[in-house]
T-cell receptor, first 113, second 114 residues
């Protein structure tokens, strides 16, 4: 089974850059790494997705090293509204089943004023 | 598009009762997923469908749980009989294509079994 590992929690202050790293050391060769954000009482929401190197959108950047065994979600200049749980999602090796889509345990990011 | 719709949003029931959770996926999405979320176990994939056909139900906890998708726009997750340990938030998600891993989640149903 795919196994992802993330820090349980992180604290930051408004305006700082936050980097959350996820390890997924048996990711499938041709699959993407996806990050989700979840606020209380809501379902997870897609943030960003990548395969390798760097991806950037209006919300975040995603850095993926060449071996793809980890990924780092970067949130620039966080605000209080970025306080949420962040999940990384990947697929285990040699699997065509969504069963192998494994959410990490999530990282609770708390942004302080 | 209204997004993934789930009902009810909250359900309180007594142990032994039957519970039915409902989901309407985003139109045109071929994949539908049911998840359960608890503090202890996080987000767990229970079952998923492709074009209305159940593909993998190995995450379904036990025989008390069943899921159906009679058509492309409706799915149900049923628990019979319910137990207190079934208390959790149940999410439905849909995806246009499995390979992208971009799933669109509904707001969830918060279930409390007394």
């Amino acid at each position: 089974l795919a196994k992802t590992t993330q820090p349980i929690s992180m604290d930051s202050y408004e305006g700082q850059e936050v980097n959350i790293t996820c390890s997924h050391n048996n990711i499938a060769t041709n699959d993407y790494i996806t990050w989700y954000q979840q606020f209380p009482s809501q379902g997870p929401r897609f943030i960003i997705q990548g395969y390798k190197t760097k991806v950037t959108n209006e919300v975040a950047s995603l850095f993926i090293p060449a071996d793809r065994k980890s990924s780092t979600l970067s949130l620039p200049r966080v605000s209080l509204s970025d306080t949420a749980v962040y999940y990384c999602l990947s697929r285990g090796i040699s699997s065509g089943s969504a069963r192998q889509l494994t959410f990490g345990s999530g990282t609770q990011l708390t942004v302080l004023p | 598009d209204a997004g993934v719709i789930q009902s009810p949003r909250h359900e309180v029931t007594e142990m032994g009762q039957e519970v039915t959770l409902r989901c309407k996926p985003i139109s045109g999405h071929d994949y539908l997923f049911w998840y359960r979320q608890t503090m202890m176990r996080g987000l767990e994939l229970l079952i998923y469908f492709n074009n209305n056909v159940p593909i993998d139900d190995s995450g379904m906890p036990e025989d008390r749980f069943s899921a159906k998708m009679p058509n492309a726009s409706f799915s149900t997750l049923k628990i019979q009989p319910s137990e207190p340990r079934d208390s959790a938030v149940y999410f439905c998600a849909s995806s246009p294509r499995q390979g992208t891993e971009t799933q669109y989640f509904g707001p969830g149903t918060r279930l409390l079994v007394l």
